[in-house]
Structure formats: structure tokens, C-alpha cells
């Protein structure tokens, strides 16, 4: 019998006074309240209560064993209280893994935020384009852009991606610009060395989406290396739109073959549990409110 309801049926006989009051207050049978306080003196070696015909009272043992009583219920109680706020509360640590150009060029800003609406938040990132194991790494939260392969986490679609090809103007004005993903053959290609896709890009040809392997002399492994180079002149490069966007506008980059832009790419948050606690629900929900236009 549980040692814990033995010690609840004990506190409540020796507050009513009453084998059949206590029964009543804890809905089980009057067997079963005496049931549970025989087991207690059993175990303890002692007589709790003092019983007549006429009145119930406590020993000096069991005066001594109510105390203790309360205080191990109480502290129970308050143990479930406190961790029963880990799934009502946002607090802790928060570790999130993105990859290196979204988690730089898009979600540090968002996490700021959510941090300081969350003060009791820890936030940590973790920027990496290798394949990390979500829960081998303790990670909580994980930014996916594109394919999922784990069909046993939970993944909630925040936002989509658009790619762009473009290129510097003095690129462009020495080399021309391509007309066709066809004419990439005669381009230099800058390459992004990490992700799902190393050196190959995907474009919209005749035959539909198509994955296009390009060459160049000059990859590198962070998007935003291969940004900079193209800003130098050096080549032509597909690199999503929120990396590029500022650029297209101040004109350090012109985007070639629009009309060949594939499908946007979907972009996910995934997590372990489908009962998250709030921490994770909290921050899944705020970056589908930060982030509910294509990127």
C-alpha cells in the first residue's frame, strides 16, 4: 500500500477525529481508512491513536508522527506546485540550433526579443550547418529549412524561403547575364559547401524544378562568405532572399533569372514532444508571429 496515502488517510483521521469522517473526506471505504492506519503502526512499531468507545485521540507518538506527517505532505505538495510550473510558465534554458545564416541574418533578433519578453528565459544558440541529432545535442528547438528526415519529432511550418540568384554589377557587366539555367555553364559560380545541397542549385527549366550542378572556383562553407564574394565581383550566386535582400536594395547585387525562381522552400521549428513544455510552445509561437511572411 503507498506509504504517502497511508500518511494522507493518517493526517485526515487525526484532524476529524474520525475513522468515518476520514473516509468520507477521502472517498474511499471506513475498511480501507482503517486498513491504511494499521499498516502505518505495523511499519512503525507504535500505536498512533489512543481508540474508546467514545473517543479517538492521538498518542504521544502519534503527535510526534502527525508533525512529521504534515511536513512531508506539505513539502510534497509544493515539489509538484514548482514543477508543475516547468509546463505553465515560460523559464530556464532555452537552446535553440539554427543554421549559421538564418541564425545570424534572421533569428538572433527574434531570439533578442523573445528574450526580453521572457525574462526568465535563458537563451542559448547554436549555429552549425552540419546535421545535428536534436536530442543528442540537448537542443529543445531546431530551425529546419527544407526536407525533414525524422519523422519521429514534431515540426511546425513557421515560414517559407525563397532562393535568388544574382550577382555583383561589375560582375554582370563583364560576363553578361545568364538567360537560361542552361547558361550557367559559362558562369562562375560561387558555392555554398554546406547543407543539403553542395554545389548544386535548384531552378524552374522547362522540365519543371530542376537541380542544377554549377562550377566556379571559389566555395566556401557559411553563406555569408559566399555573400561577400559575390558583392566582390567574383561570381554569380543562389543564396536565400532574407540573406540577400539588403543588397538587391542598395544595389551591391542585381538579381538574374527571376522568372527561373523555383517553389519556396518551407522552413520548420521541430521538437521532441507533442506536449512541449511552455518554454518551447511560447517561442514556436512567436516565431510563427515574427515570421509569417516568405523570407
Not at 468507545?53 to 512531508?72: H, I, K, S
Not at 517559407?160 to 542552361?182: F, Q
Request: charged letters at 20%; one cysteine or more.
Amino acid at each position: 500500500m503507498d506509504k504517502l496515502s497511508s500518511m494522507q488517510a493518517f493526517v485526515t483521521v487525526a484532524e476529524l477525529g474520525s475513522f468515518s469522517g476520514a473516509a468520507e473526506a477521502l472517498r474511499i471505504s471506513k475498511a480501507m481508512t482503517t486498513k491504511h492506519i494499521q499498516q502505518l503502526e505495523h511499519a512503525l512499531g507504535i500505536r498512533l491513536f489512543s481508540r474508546s468507545t467514545r473517543r479517538l485521540r492521538l498518542t504521544e507518538a502519534g503527535e510526534a508522527y502527525l508533525q512529521g506527517c504534515r511536513d512531508v505532505l506539505g513539502a510534497l505538495a509544493e515539489l509538484e506546485r514548482q514543477v508543475s510550473g516547468f509546463n505553465a510558465k515560460p523559464h530556464g534554458r532555452l537552446k535553440v540550433l539554427a543554421p549559421t545564416s538564418f541564425g545570424s541574418f534572421q533569428l538572433a533578433p527574434v531570439l533578442a526579443e523573445y528574450a526580453h519578453r521572457f525574462p526568465e528565459v535563458q537563451v542559448q544558440l547554436t549555429l552549425s550547418d552540419r546535421p545535428l541529432g536534436l536530442l543528442e545535442e540537448g537542443v529543445d528547438v531546431a530551425i529546419v529549412i527544407g526536407s525533414l528526415h525524422d519523422s519521429s519529432l514534431v515540426a511546425r511550418q513557421i515560414a517559407e524561403v525563397r532562393l535568388v540568384v544574382c550577382a555583383a554589377p561589375a560582375y554582370l557587366a563583364l560576363h553578361g547575364a545568364p538567360a537560361t539555367p542552361a547558361d550557367l555553364v559559362g558562369h562562375n559560380c560561387l558555392r555554398y559547401s554546406q547543407g543539403q545541397r553542395k554545389g548544386m542549385w535548384l531552378l524552374m527549366t522547362a522540365e519543371g524544378e530542376t537541380v542544377i550542378r554549377v562550377q566556379g572556383d571559389f566555395e566556401a562553407t557559411t553563406g555569408d562568405a559566399v555573400r561577400m564574394a559575390a558583392i566582390a565581383g567574383l561570381g554569380l550566386v543562389q543564396l536565400p532572399s532574407y540573406m540577400v535582400r539588403a543588397d538587391l536594395t542598395a544595389g551591391r547585387l542585381q538579381p538574374v533569372l527571376a522568372e527561373c525562381s523555383p517553389a519556396a522552400i518551407p522552413l520548420f521549428a521541430v521538437y521532441a514532444h507533442r506536449e512541449p513544455p511552455a518554454t518551447v510552445r511560447t517561442f514556436v509561437a512567436f516565431l510563427e508571429e515574427c515570421f509569417h511572411h516568405p523570407l
